[in-house]
Nanobody
Framework: EVQLQASGGGLVQSGGSLRLSCAASGFTFDDYAIGWFRQAPGKEREGVSCISGSDGSTFYGDSVKGRFTISSDNAKNMVYLQMNSLKPEDTAVYYC??????????????????????WGQGTQVTVSS
């Protein structure tokens, strides 16, 4: 059974940091890319970042570039999202998802949500001003 478990959300002040974790199981980690997505109330889902399980390529959305860092530990089937310099507009529910044949080299790879086969439950991130 494929499972993705996101954790690490919480309440933080503007300018603070959080690290989200995504624990993956039930599939060959190296064959998949893991993406992070977020959705704020009343807003559309937004692709944040992704990392390729095969070669470690990464991509970041413009709104988080330079502030967020995605990484993976393939031995542990874990993906992390280090979020620094958080802003109130980063407040959202964050989800991790897994998809195959995703290179994580362009915005396309985080915009086409249907490319991701498996989705985890979300973790709430709230940034206070």
């Amino acid at each position: 059974e494929v499972q993705l478990q996101a954790s690490g959300g919480g309440l933080v002040q503007s300018g603070g940091s959080l690290r989200l974790s995504c624990a993956a199981s039930g599939f060959t980690f190296d064959d998949y890319a893991i993406g992070w997505f977020r959705q704020a109330p009343g807003k559309e889902r937004e692709g944040v970042s992704c990392i390729s399980g095969s070669d470690g390529s990464t991509f970041y959305g413009d709104s988080v570039k330079g502030r967020f860092t995605i990484s993976s530990d393939n031995a542990k089937n874990m993906v992390y999202l280090q979020m620094n310099s958080l802003k109130p507009e980063d407040t959202a529910v964050y989800y991790c998802a897994a998809g195959s044949d995703i290179g994580c080299v362009s915005e396309y790879d985080v915009r086409i949500f249907s490319m991701y086969d498996y989705w985890g439950q979300g973790t709430q991130v709230t940034v206070s001003s």
